[in-house]
């Protein structure tokens, strides 16, 4: 599956290979698909990459070569339709699936385990996007939710192992749109994908701070970063 944004990319390139048998430029790239930076382009190419759809070629600027196409574009499937998975986000985490408004401190003093959504995966790691399809519930107790609306989300890679978050575990996050400096955030980069990072404000800009030292610090304009909510609990199987 692609999101929209995979998908348009990776057309992209294939027709622009079609007609002159070299593959576009990041700006051109950046340009067709109306996108603010080159690093959301990055991004979709190695979305598009760990999916299977095209390869990079070593050694040789520019060379790539489009492995395969979606579903919709293979005669022998009957012109099905691509199926688009949604991107993080046309505006904020509860657009898409909504998670249902309740009350924990009547949970709280019943002492009933609250279920929450669980609205996909996040990555703590290169970003990628966070599926926000509802695919499940769990039931957490009372004591870890507090007051407000929350929902879970499966944590894919290893930037925050420093601070006790594994790949595998469920974050469960209240769902809010700001948050203090320093605390761990699912952010929004560039209205296209999503990462659970800790949040540092330096003057006009934001850092993503990663808990894991093979991770850089990344730095963002204020416009560039939207706050989906805080990291206010954690779930692990062993």
Not at 46 to 57: D, K, P, Q, V, Y
Not at 161 to 174: E, K, P, R, Y
Not at 219 to 222: A, K, S
């Given at each position: 599956m692609l999101t929209r944004k995979q998908h348009e990319l990776l057309m992209f390139i294939?027709?622009?290979?079609?007609?002159?048998?070299?593959?576009?430029?990041?700006?051109?790239?950046?340009?067709?698909?109306?996108?603010?930076?080159?690093?959301?382009?990055?991004?979709l190419i190695?979305?598009?990459?760990?999916?299977?759809?095209?390869?990079?070629?070593p050694n040789r600027a520019r060379a790539m070569e489009v492995v395969k196409l979606p579903d919709s574009m293979n005669p022998s499937l009957g012109g099905r339709k691509t199926r688009f998975e949604p991107s993080v986000i046309e505006g904020t985490l509860g657009k898409v699936a909504k998670p249902q408004p309740r009350s924990n401190a009547q949970d709280e003093d019943t002492g009933r385990p609250v279920t929450i959504p669980v609205m996909g995966r996040i990555a703590a790691g290169v970003p990628i996007e966070a599926i926000q399809t509802h695919s499940h519930t769990i039931a957490v107790p009372p004591e870890m939710l507090g007051s407000?609306?929350?929902?879970?989300?499966?944590?894919?890679?290893?930037?925050?192992?420093?601070?006790?978050?594994?790949?595998?575990?469920?974050?469960?996050?209240?769902?809010?749109p700001t948050a203090n400096n320093g605390e761990i955030i699912v952010a929004l980069v560039d209205d296209e994908e999503a990462t659970l990072k800790r949040l540092r404000r330096k003057g006009n800009s934001i850092a993503l701070e990663a808990a894991n030292p093979a991770y850089e610090t990344r730095?963002?304009?204020?416009d560039q970063v939207k706050v989906q909510g805080r990291l206010v609990g954690l779930l692990r199987k062993y």
């Open positions: 294939h027709e622009r290979m079609k007609e002159t048998g070299i593959p576009p430029s990041f700006d051109e790239m950046k340009e067709a698909l109306d996108l603010r930076s080159k690093s959301g382009i990055h991004r190695t979305a598009l990459e760990e999916r299977g759809f095209i390869r990079r070629l407000g609306e929350h929902y879970a989300l499966e944590v894919r890679g290893d930037s925050m192992i420093d601070a006790g978050i594994f790949d595998g575990d469920t974050v469960l996050i209240h769902k809010q730095i963002f304009g204020p």
